[in-house]
Each structure stands twice: as C-alpha cells, then as structure tokens.
C-alpha cells in the first residue's frame, strides 16, 4: 500500500521528478505520459517516505540526458533541476550512502563532457560544496577534473589548484590517491603555455611520491619522468630541479627505453656545451621524437654552462673562457652574461678592461645534499655575525645606562 505524504507545496525533489517524466514520455501520448508520470511520481514519494535516499536519486536521474539534450530547458532549468538533485545528498545517513549517491551524480555529469561542458562542471561544484565527507569531496574533485580536460574548459578548474595543499590536509590522502591527484592536475596544465610551471611543478610532486622502496610501484611512473625531463628541457624560463635525487627519475638510467633521456638530464643539470652537442650529433632524431629544437636547446645550454662557469672559478670568469665555453663570437660575450643577469641566473659585474666577469652569487642547477649543507653552514654564519652585532648592541646599552646614571648623580 502507497503511503501519500501530504504537503501545502510539492517538495522540489518531486516536482523535478514530474517535470523530468513528462519531457521523457511527452511523445508518447496523453495516457501513457499521464499514467508513466503518475507511477514515478509515486515510487518517488515512497523513496521519500523510507528515507531511500540513493534510489531516489538514481529514479531522479534516470530523465537527465533527455533534460540535457532538450532545447526547451534553458541552462537555468538544468542549474536548478540539479540543484534539486545534488541536496540529497545532505539527506545521506552514512559516508558510504553519501559517496553512492555523489557517484551516481558524478557518471551521469560527465557522460557527455563535450556537451554544456560549463554547466556540467558548475553542477559538480555545486554538489562538491554540500558534501560532508572529506573522500567524497576529493572524487567528486577527481570527476570536475575528468570533465573540464574531455570538455576543454579546464580555465575554470585551473584558478582552484593554488588551493590543492589545503585540499590535501582536508581530504587526507592515501598517497595512491595523492599519486592521482597531482598527476590529474598536471594533465590539466599540459595544454596550457601559460601553465607549464605549473605543470611540471604538480608533474615533480607526483613523481616525489616515489621512494626506493616502492619497486614494483615505480615502474609505472616511467613515462611520466620521461615526460617531466622533458618538460624542463623545453621550459626557457626553468634553470633547476631536483629530478636527480628521485626514485621515479633515476630507474630511467638504465632503462632500455628511456635511458637516452636521463643522459639528456644529467647533461643539462651537470654538464655544459659541448656535452650536449655531443649528444645532439648522436641522437638528433630521438630529441625531434619528443619535439625538441635544437637552437632552443643550444641557447638554454648556454646560460646553464654560463652558470657552471660562475661556480667553478671562484668569482672570477674571464671573457676568452666564456666565448670558448659558450662557442660564441668576441663581441657576443656581453650579450650573454647580461642574458644571464636579467634571468637572475648569476649576480656579476663585468671588468671590459679587463675583460673579466666578477661573480658575486649565482644560481645551483641542481639543489641537493651538498647544497643544503652549504647553505646550512651559511645560515650559521649570518646566525654568529646576527648574535655578535645584537650582543655588542647590548653591551654599548648597558654602558650609555651607566654614564647616564653617573650624570645623574653629579647633577644631584
């Protein structure tokens, strides 16, 4: 037997069922529409009556690619029709329940990505924002990602990655999920010029969820260190990284497919000029492979190799060095160290009478252990020079107090 609630308004989530019906059977004639709508109509209320919350919003979403697809629904119909569906989910009794019902919601979303690509992304968020669950929150997130790369409208995801690090420490990731994550996100970027720091940078942080010990897992993140050498070779504007150190990185050495790339790496975070012309001579088809210019290749080597220079010999560069290292003309020496001081590679002073270059600091390609130590020993040093000046500050306080109270005394 039905149970009929009795209501001055019909609840909305009823009303969406009526309306949704009726489009799905309008061509079917009067009877059978007035007899299809009055039966979902009521198996709604009974999913109502019994709190069976995730089958009414599998029976509310069952109408949803025709709702789409039909141009008498304006966008702020479709908006509110989800809105309608999307709250049930406060209704859930359990995490368990709540996720369903987001999946459910999330499958039908992004079935047809490249249709009201915008709304459907904006539907996604809307339901993001009722969920209680911190899980649910991040695959809901994981979906909204699916369909804004499917649909090409990822400049409306990308403004919420500056927020993924307090995303991380709400949702509390596995590092599987972490993995997936930051992968997504990177593959979001990719396509995006704008974005290609941003992409390496999330493209570094998936890879740094590797260690030594995870053998059987880091065969799988073979491509994507391929991918991420890649990309910092491409980037005119990245001068450093840290891939060296890593796990994910380092099983390319040996690797039959990709050991080629890793050497590529090493040179251009190790080595200088001629070291990569070397390697061009014998590989200029696998750097075309993966759409490497040669010129723009040559032109980063040399700033890197500039670099070099600056932290071998001890400050001091001289510009028959430079023209050697750099295989440039006299005459373009100067162009490349300023080259190089407008990009903040190096900080330096050039002596034309002497035709020197006098380096005061200058950036490291590679930032690892033997790095951290030194800055760590610099640190302690600016800490001794800080207490030293703070303890003869208080020294010559302590004496101007005294010669004060004395002046006192023979005033008195």
Same mark, same amino acid.
């Given at each position: 037997?039905t149970?009929?609630?009795?209501t001055s308004?019909?609840d909305? +989530? $009823?009303?969406?069922v009526?309306?949704?019906s009726e $489009?799905?059977?309008? %061509?079917?004639?009067?009877?059978?529409?007035?007899?299809?709508v009055?039966?979902?109509?009521v198996e709604?209320?009974?999913?109502?009556? #019994?709190?069976?919350?995730l089958? &009414?919003t @599998?029976?509310?979403?069952t109408?949803?690619?025709?709702?789409?697809?039909? @141009?008498?629904?304006?966008?702020?119909?479709?908006?509110?029709?989800?809105?309608?569906?999307?709250n049930?989910?406060t209704?859930?009794?359990?995490?368990?329940?709540?996720?369903? #019902?987001?999946?459910?919601?999330?499958?039908?979303?992004?079935?047809?990505?490249?249709?009201k690509?915008?709304l459907?992304?904006?539907?996604?968020?809307n339901l993001y924002?009722?969920?209680d669950?911190?899980y649910?929150?991040?695959y809901?997130? #994981?979906?909204?990602l699916?369909?804004?790369?499917?649909?090409?409208?990822?400049? /409306?995801?990308?403004? @919420?990655?500056?927020?993924?690090d @307090?995303f991380?420490?709400?949702?509390?990731?596995?590092?599987?999920?972490q993995r997936?994550?930051? &992968?997504s996100v +990177?593959? +979001?970027?990719?396509?995006?010029?704008s974005?290609a720091k941003?992409?390496?940078?999330?493209l !570094?942080? =998936?890879?740094?969820?590797?260690?030594?010990?995870? !053998?059987?897992?880091?065969?799988?993140?073979?491509?994507e260190?391929?991918?991420t050498?890649?990309?910092?070779?491409? +980037?005119? %504007?990245?001068f450093?990284?840290?891939l060296?150190?890593?796990?994910?990185?380092g099983?390319?050495e040996?690797?039959?497919?990709y050991?080629?790339? =890793?050497?590529?790496?090493?040179i251009?975070?190790?080595q200088?000029?001629?070291a990569?012309?070397?390697f061009q001579?014998?590989?200029?088809a $696998?750097?075309?492979?993966y759409g490497?210019?040669h010129?723009?290749?040559?032109?980063?080597?040399?700033?890197?190799?500039?670099?070099d220079?600056?932290? /071998?010999?001890?400050?001091?560069?001289?510009?028959?060095?430079?023209? %050697? !290292?750099?295989?440039?003309?006299?005459?373009?020496?100067e162009?490349?160290?300023v080259?190089?001081?407008?990009?903040? $590679?190096?900080d330096?002073?050039?002596?034309?009478l002497?035709?020197?270059?006098?380096v005061?600091s200058?950036?490291e390609r590679?930032f690892?252990?033997?790095q951290?130590?030194?800055?760590?020993?610099?640190?302690?040093?600016?800490?001794g020079?800080?207490e030293?000046?703070?303890?003869?500050?208080?020294?010559?306080?302590?004496?101007?107090d005294s010669?004060q109270?004395?002046?006192?005394? #023979?005033?008195?």
């Amino acid at each position: 037997m039905t149970t009929v609630v009795p209501t001055s308004e019909e609840d909305p +989530a $009823l009303s969406v069922v009526r309306f949704t019906s009726e $489009l799905a059977w309008s %061509d079917a004639g009067p009877e059978v529409m007035e007899q299809q709508v009055s039966r979902l109509c009521v198996e709604a209320q009974e999913c109502m009556v #019994m709190n069976r919350w995730l089958d &009414l919003t @599998s029976l509310m979403l069952t109408s949803a690619d025709i709702v789409f697809s039909n @141009s008498k629904v304006s966008e702020k119909d479709l908006e509110c029709i989800f809105t309608v569906i999307c709250n049930l989910v406060t209704k859930s009794r359990s995490p368990d329940e709540e996720l369903e #019902m987001a999946k459910l919601i999330c499958a039908k979303i992004i079935q047809q990505p490249s249709d009201k690509p915008a709304l459907r992304l904006k539907i996604l968020f809307n339901l993001y924002n009722l969920l209680d669950n911190a899980y649910c929150r991040f695959y809901v997130f #994981m979906k909204a990602l699916t369909l804004a790369v499917s649909g090409k409208v990822t400049e /409306h995801v990308i403004p @919420s990655f500056k927020k993924i690090d @307090s995303f991380l420490k709400e949702w509390n990731l596995e590092v599987q999920d972490q993995r997936e994550l930051f &992968l997504s996100v +990177a593959n +979001a970027l990719k396509d995006s010029k704008s974005s290609a720091k941003d992409s390496f940078k999330f493209l !570094t942080k =998936y890879l740094a969820t590797f260690s030594d010990e995870d !053998t059987y897992k880091m065969g799988e993140a073979k491509e994507e260190a391929a991918r991420t050498i890649i990309e910092f070779v491409k +980037a005119p %504007d990245m001068f450093q990284c840290d891939l060296l150190d890593m796990p994910a990185v380092g099983q390319l050495e040996k690797d039959a497919k990709y050991a080629l790339v =890793y050497q590529l790496l090493k040179i251009f975070l190790t080595q200088r000029l001629d070291a990569y012309l070397e390697f061009q001579a014998a590989n200029s088809a $696998l750097l075309k492979s993966y759409g490497l210019v040669h010129e723009d290749c040559i032109a980063k080597m040399r700033l890197m190799s500039l670099v070099d220079l600056a932290s /071998h010999e001890s400050g001091r560069i001289p510009y028959a060095l430079i023209k %050697d !290292t750099l295989r440039i003309d006299n005459d373009e020496v100067e162009l490349w160290v300023v080259k190089a001081l407008t990009t903040k $590679l190096i900080d330096c002073k050039m002596d034309q009478l002497n035709q020197v270059v006098l380096v005061s600091s200058c950036t490291e390609r590679v930032f690892g252990l033997r790095q951290w130590q030194a800055l760590r020993t610099k640190l302690g040093t600016w800490r001794g020079n800080i207490e030293s000046v703070i303890n003869t500050i208080q020294a010559n306080k302590i004496t101007e107090d005294s010669s004060q109270a004395v002046q006192g005394m #023979m005033i008195r």
